[in-house]
């Protein structure tokens, strides 16, 4: 007999498979959206501000010479900027430059057009309370990852 986590596993599983919401509202141009793994980045660096490679590594769980290879091609891209440590550390940091925050915010945006065609017939209260069931979600995950996203 099947319980409720078998049930979030069947809809996380299919949720997995939409995760791309290019797919909902795909009206941005062929090329300008960002890679997944792009937007992850970008979005974490905007949210925590200027982070080292050992950082970003903590902070994703991966291997330095993978964040190596993506923070070099953000930079070529010109969506980072690598700095001396705004605190003075030894270690040299990243952060969005102004076209990698206005890539971020267009991709961002993107993902809440989507998001509003999807739940376009639902109650406010009902995005709400996802939202926190969600958030709720992710927490654990993070309690047990002991990877928090920072939240503002």
């Not at 605190?87 to 990243?94: H, L």
């Amino acid at each position: 007999m099947a319980g409720p986590t078998h049930e979030v596993a069947l809809e996380f599983l299919v949720f997995a498979r939409h995760r791309d919401l290019n797919q909902v509202d795909d009206r941005r141009p062929e090329g300008s959206q960002l890679e997944r793994s792009a937007y992850i980045l970008l979005s974490r660096v905007a949210a925590q501000g200027p982070m080292s490679i050992g950082q970003l590594s903590d902070a994703f769980g991966l291997d330095v010479s993978t964040l190596n290879r993506q923070t070099a091609a953000l930079t070529s891209a010109g969506l980072l900027d690598r700095i001396p440590d705004p605190d003075g550390g030894i270690a040299r940091k990243f952060r969005l430059t102004e076209e990698g925050r206005r890539r971020l915010d267009d991709e961002r945006e993107a993902h809440v057009r989507a998001l509003d065609l999807v739940m376009a017939d639902w109650p406010e209260e009902d995005i709400a309370t996802f939202a926190a069931y969600l958030r709720r979600f992710n927490t654990g995950i993070e309690r047990i990852d002991g990877r928090p996203w920072p939240r503002g």
